[in-house]
């Protein structure tokens, strides 16, 4: 594929697989607010909106302050100690920076969050930004994250591939004119990415090799 200059990545679900942290924190933060904890099946489809859309359709809504500074609390050690690369993931960015593409980031994840994440999986030199919901008025699956990163390089939707692993990221790079791939290593079902008609659907990250 020629003509693309950027590179935009989801993290979670794409690059990252935090669902191990991401269920600790969760049921250690229902179980403080006396919540029923849920199933890791239940948590992973809930995932990708943010921290406090993650919690508030399992807590009350009065709750939701406090069970925000819990999670994130506990979710600060949970990241480093079990979050992991989908295999092959550093060796393609290595192979995409080689290649000369700038590389971006655009998550729904807090910055704090995906910057413990970033730092600790060792991918910091590989990112030229890094761009998250907290500094957004809208998150995903608003095109804002999309479009704010293509302004930061002074570069146009044709110029810009986007890797996501959800609907929302199907949506997103729609609304953004991004053309945009999705891997079904994250959150969305198969079925739930088709009907968002992305450009196209891959099982693993490792098909971008063969793609780029």
Same mark, same amino acid.
């Given at each position: 594929?020629? *003509?693309?200059?950027? $590179?935009?990545?989801?993290?979670? *679900? ?5 669902? #191990?942290?991401? @269920?600790?924190?969760?049921?250690? @933060? ?6 029923? #904890? ?5 948590? &992973? &489809? ?7 859309? +993650?919690?508030? #359709?399992?807590? %009350?809504?009065?709750? /939701? ?30 192979? +995409? ?5 700038? +590389? ?7 910055? &704090? ?5 970033? &730092? ?12 998250? *919901?907290?500094? /957004? ?7 804002? !994250? ?10 146009? #939707?044709?110029?810009?591939?986007? $890797? ?20 079904? @290593?994250?959150?969305?079902? %198969? ?13 693993? !990250?490792?098909? /971008?090799?063969?793609?780029?």
């Amino acid at each position: 594929m020629k *003509g693309y200059k950027l $590179i935009i990545f989801d993290l979670d *679900g794409t690059l990252v697989d935090a669902y #191990p942290a991401i @269920t600790r924190s969760f049921n250690f @933060t229902m179980r403080k607010l006396s919540a029923a #904890p849920r199933a890791k099946q239940v948590i &992973r &489809r809930a995932v990708g909106w943010g921290d406090a859309n +993650l919690l508030r #359709p399992f807590i %009350k809504d009065k709750d /939701l302050k406090k069970g925000v500074l819990i999670y994130r609390k506990h979710h600060k050690k949970a990241l480093i100690e079990d979050s992991r690369l989908f295999s092959h993931a550093k060796k393609l960015l290595h192979y +995409l920076k080689r290649k000369g593409y700038k +590389l971006a980031v655009a998550s729904n994840r807090p910055t &704090r969050f995906s910057m413990i994440l970033i &730092r600790h999986l060792g991918l910091e030199r590989y990112f030229d930004y890094v761009l998250c *919901g907290d500094k /957004l008025k809208q998150g995903k699956p608003h095109p804002e !994250i999309l479009i704010k990163i293509m302004r930061t390089f002074s570069l146009k #939707p044709k110029d810009a591939l986007y $890797i996501g692993d959800m609907n929302i990221d199907a949506q997103a790079g729609r609304r953004a004119k991004v053309r945009t791939i999705i891997v079904t @290593t994250g959150s969305s079902g %198969k079925e739930e990415i088709k009907k968002e008609k992305p450009y196209r659907i891959i099982s693993g !990250i490792t098909e /971008l090799f063969r793609i780029l």
